[in-house]
């Protein structure tokens, strides 16, 4: 039998009772588009990965639990704020302007990244304008 591509890959990782981690419909969506889009063994919806000369379904795209290493381990992380939904639910914040969801840098994140140079912006031409009226006195 020949070695399968993903099999260097870590073991997937399973909740403290031995279950796998499960993935709301709207998770799965998103999971779904990433993985047409990103996926180097999705082809049509098939796995080439486990393709031994039949088609076979991608069972990722198929499934509510996370059961494919090559999705975990190599397209997951193409999306960090999906990721952290399915494993590291409490490690997420709430923008504060937008109310998106994300993934902090450090716990002293208050902003999404897109928010986050908007108001860095806003706040530095607030200040700015604060200075140059005060000179003006």
């Not at 991608?58 to 704020?81: E, G």
Request: hydrophobic share 25%; proline share 7%; glycine share 6%.
């Amino acid at each position: 039998m020949s070695k399968r591509p993903y099999q260097h890959l870590p073991p997937l990782e399973h909740r403290p009772d031995g279950s796998p981690y499960r993935i709301t419909p709207p998770q799965k969506r998103r999971a779904s588009g990433l993985i047409r889009r990103e996926c180097c063994n999705c082809e049509d919806g098939n796995c080439l990965a486990l393709d031994d000369g039949d088609t076979c379904a991608c069972p990722q795209m198929i499934s509510f639990s996370v059961c494919c290493k090559w999705f975990r381990w190599a397209v997951l992380l193409l999306d960090r704020t999906l990721e952290a939904e399915i494993y590291r639910d409490r490690d997420l914040k709430r923008c504060a302007e937008c109310g998106g969801v994300f993934v902090p840098k450090s716990n002293r994140g208050k902003y999404c990244p897109d928010c986050a140079a908007r108001v860095h912006r806003r706040q530095k031409t607030e200040s700015e304008r604060k200075r140059r009226s005060a000179v003006d006195s």
